[in-house]
């Protein structure tokens, strides 16, 4: 196995430029072939993990990488975020995030980084916090070349921590697309409140099923009209669905389309 693995990696680099003293650019066509062969939807790398002062424990995250990525090409970064009892794996096997985002991209969508933390049941707040801010965006963000540019979405208690995230920090993420929000007109209200001389804040959506019995939509519509009443940017979208991955499923490309949009 290791001989055909060497004679393989021997094969490639046949193709890459510079392997043979190639660099024409016939070759680096035949590279970027070869990329769309190996990885026609982008590269799914799983089980990435940093040991976290703040978690007291080896933490894990997913990143996806899109179709013809490039290392040395700098790109904008989503943080997709999973719900209650799931963890960096949900919206890879669940919800079809690498099919999903790979057709955004290339239907002339904006390439990006997607990176998925395991959350546990944090609500995305406390310790979890401070790792996800301190200790695994800036991780993330010198492994990969990283444009500066950064957004967040989630489902249900994603959804909870994508619009704690996008009032708490404004400053930090270009959009904020929340999934069935396990929402808290309380807590968000005073988020709002506090952030509003911070100046600028991401644009939102806050997307519902209206047969979701899960969470409490009231809540997630008293947010989106709190947050427009205060001059903030929110579409609130209502629709027929239930708590379940069909649902997220359709929002994922809506929410890479707004996202992308952010990212210009």
Known sequence: MRR???????????LVPGACGKTDPEQEAEQVDLLDLLYPNGQAVRALEIKSAAM???????????PKFDENTAYPILYLLHGAGDDQNAWLDQGDAMNIAAKYVKANGVPMIIVMPDAQMSFYMGDFEAYMHGELMPAVETKYKFNGKRAVAGLSMG????????????EKF??????????????????????????VFPAFTIEVGNQDTTVNNEEARKCADYMSEQGLTVEYIARDGIHYWNFWQECLPKALSKVGESFK
């Open 56 to 66: 007291k424990q080896t933490m894990r995250y997913n990143v996806w990488l899109p």
């Open 174 to 199: 270009t959009y904020a697309y929340s999934m069935s929000p396990a929402a808290s007109y309380d807590m968000f209200k005073m988020l709002v409140d506090a952030q509003q001389n911070k100046g």
């Open 4 to 14: 055909v693995l060497l004679l393989f990696a021997a094969a490639l680099g046949m």
């Open 159 to 170: 959804g909870f921590g994508t619009l704690y995230y996008g009032l708490k920090y404004p």
